[in-house]
């Protein structure tokens, strides 16, 4: 291969452009961006850089790059930013941007991420999403511009995390979530209530179990003054946070054979339908699982561009997914794959410890684990499942009289 174009200048993409250049890849390198910024550190966007006084942006963007000149230098690659890819041709092995620009290429790494779902209707100042730099630069001026009544929707972990930050701010937050409880198909329904009463513990009100009707401004102004739920309340709001979700950003993609569904579809080494295509990151299916994880995005490159450069499947991504979240001061940590039949197990700590360590198991197999503010545990968990060895074995039937089967203090 002569010349490898990176579609989408993000931390996978970043990734993919140093598992390049480490493979042995001395050609020609192109990377593409939508945003105008250079790769950058997503994870702090919703808690400790929307907490911080803004300052002068180019300067809080460069805080959050994940490379310097001396790297970009050693990467030797052509950025492409502010000018998003609108079309792949196949056929001609090119990738197409918006301003009419051909990017003639031997091989295609796809790393385009994700976008965030939005609410129908006419767009309102005090309304965003999360989801890039800019939007949390626009959403941080409304909170430090003296937004004090915010209501987040969607009660996620990004949700979460948005709500945690902005009560931080000392905000009357309110979190409208359109299920009966947030995050019950990735924790369960006891893991799930535990992380709800995160919520009420700081003084934030979760409402479940109703959607959003309409978002409400006074006649004749674009601002936002409430959000009307399906129930008929009204709550009243300075600000609104969307966050209901993302979709894989593979608009660009449609007309082109590369398979989608849900994502790039791809093998488990990121190999799509056309072996000159790869994918990593949030865009990317491998086999049935799309990550929207940052250690996704980290891992999943190396052996895309590994594929890639062999022009075949030669490696596979198969570490377990795992995820961390930070709200309220509590580290929140998930690891491995959860399975709506799996049981649930606490072996260290509990809700009125504030903090925990759990196992989900399934025929008596570890299948993933779960923690609140237990890192270290957490991570001998995390290193078994990747290893793929079983679970702790149950509490004996001869053990303490009158002992739950979640034996506090057990090391699996």
């Not at 000018?83 to 918006?98: E, H, Y």
Request: glycine share 12%; net charge negative; with cysteine.
């Amino acid at each position: 291969m002569r010349t490898v174009t990176i579609v989408g200048a993000s931390l996978a993409g970043l990734y993919a452009a140093r598992a390049l250049r480490s493979q042995g890849f001395d050609g020609r390198l192109v990377v593409i961006g939508a945003e105008r910024h250079r790769p950058y550190d997503r994870p702090p966007l919703s808690k400790d850089f929307l907490a911080r006084e803004p300052g002068e942006p180019a300067a809080e963007a460069g805080a959050l790059a994940l490379s310097d000149a001396e790297e970009e230098a050693e990467l030797a690659a052509e950025w492409l930013l502010g000018t998003p890819a609108v079309g792949l041709d196949a056929a001609g092995r090119a990738v197409l941007l918006a301003d009419g620009r051909r990017i003639v290429t031997d091989g295609v790494v796809i790393a385009t991420g994700a976008v965030p779902r939005t609410l129908p209707g006419p767009p309102l100042n005090g309304v965003q999403t999360l989801r890039t730099l800019d939007d949390a630069l626009a959403l941080r001026a409304e909170l430090h511009a003296g937004a004090r009544q915010v209501v987040v929707i969607g009660g996620g972990f990004i949700g979460a995390e948005v709500a945690s930050t902005c009560a931080g701010l000392g905000a009357d937050v309110t979190i409208v979530e359109a299920v009966p409880l947030p995050l019950v198909p990735q924790l369960g329904l006891e893991m799930a209530e535990f992380c709800a009463r995160l919520h009420a513990d700081h003084r934030v009100r979760l409402l479940c179990g109703t959607g959003v009707k309409a978002l409400r401004a006074d006649a004749g102004e674009p601002r936002v003054t409430g959000v009307e739920l399906a129930d008929g309340r009204l709550l009243a709001a300075d600000a609104v946070i969307v966050g209901i979700g993302v979709r894989p950003a593979t608009d660009w993609l449609a007309p082109s054979p590369v398979a989608l569904r849900d994502g790039v579809r791809c093998d488990e080494g990121g190999v799509s339908t056309l072996p000159q295509v790869v994918a990593a990151g949030d865009v990317a299916r491998y086999g049935e699982l799309r990550a929207e994880h940052w250690t996704s995005a980290t891992e999943q490159p190396a052996v895309a561009v590994r594929n890639l450069l062999a022009g075949t499947t030669v490696a596979r991504h198969t570490d377990p997914p795992y995820f961390w979240s930070d709200q309220y001061g509590s580290r929140i940590q998930l690891a491995g794959h959860r399975g709506p039949k799996d049981t649930v197990r606490i072996i260290e700590g509990g809700p009125e410890e504030g903090s925990l360590l759990a196992v989900y198991e399934r025929d008596g197999e570890l299948t993933a684990a779960f923690a609140v503010n237990r890192p270290r545990p957490f991570m001998r968990l995390r290193r078994r499942l990747s290893a793929g060895r079983p679970a702790a074995p149950a509490v004996p039937a001869d053990g303490p009289a009158g002992a739950p089967a979640a034996v506090r203090g057990a090391t699996p």
